[in-house]
């Protein structure tokens, strides 16, 4: 039996868009030699986000396969690629580049969104819970000051992420209600079946 794989598309503007920014004039310098994988931490305790992997795909141009790829978001930003690359291949910059192409696209993290509603909402990523406020008190610690809910609204907005966020929900609930419509044909084959059987 003879497989075929899905089909890839290629797009060469990928490249040349990423190596117009300063950041990223070296990427072409990337020789496959993987001393950015083999001191990243975030591949060390999970093999399916591989940076090396990452700018070879870059390299040949799979735009659409990197911005929908969600270990794009494994990277932790510590930079250990950036510094051990010999060639001076600044990834760790490459990739924020990249995560900032994904989300345009709806490739967020679902924590993510969470964290941006809550910062929306409170000013704060995680707002201190009445237990921490409590122990705050009883440390002798003063009250945690209100944070600037409508700066941190406008800076968000003047951003673009806040639209970003919400084109992730949409795409989210789609997928819900794409899922529920599936779940209720199959219900629906299902109990035609058992009519047909009784």
């Known amino acids: 039996m003879v497989t075929r794989s899905k089909h890839i598309k290629i797009n060469h503007e990928f490249i040349r868009e990423l190596t117009k920014l300063p950041e990223c004039e070296n990427l072409k310098n990337c020789y496959q030699c993987g001393a950015c994988s083999s001191y990243c931490p975030s591949f060390k305790y999970s093999k399916v986000y591989n ?29 250990a690629c950036t510094e051990q690359c010999p060639q001076g291949v600044e990834l760790s910059e490459i990739l924020s580049h990249i995560r900032n192409l994904a989300s345009k696209i709806g490739n967020i993290p679902t ?36 944070a600037p809910v409508d700066e941190i609204r406008t800076l ?9 966020i919400r084109r992730k929900i949409e795409l ?21 079946k058992k009519t047909e059987d009784a």
């Open 51 to 79: 940076p090396r992997k990452i700018v070879q795909d870059v390299l040949v141009g799979l735009k659409d396969e990197i911005l929908e790829n969600t270990n794009l978001w494994f990277c932790g930003v510590c930079h």
């Open 111 to 146: 924590h993510l969104v969470s964290e941006v509603k809550n910062l929306l909402e409170t000013g704060q990523v995680v707002p201190p819970s009445s237990a921490i406020n409590r122990r705050r008190e009883k440390f002798g610690l003063p009250e945690l000051p209100d």
């Open 156 to 164: 968000v907005k003047s951003t673009g992420f806040e639209d970003m």
């Open 172 to 192: 989210e609930k789609a997928k819900e209600r794409e899922i529920m419509e599936e779940a209720k044909a199959r219900m629906k084959k299902m109990e035609e």
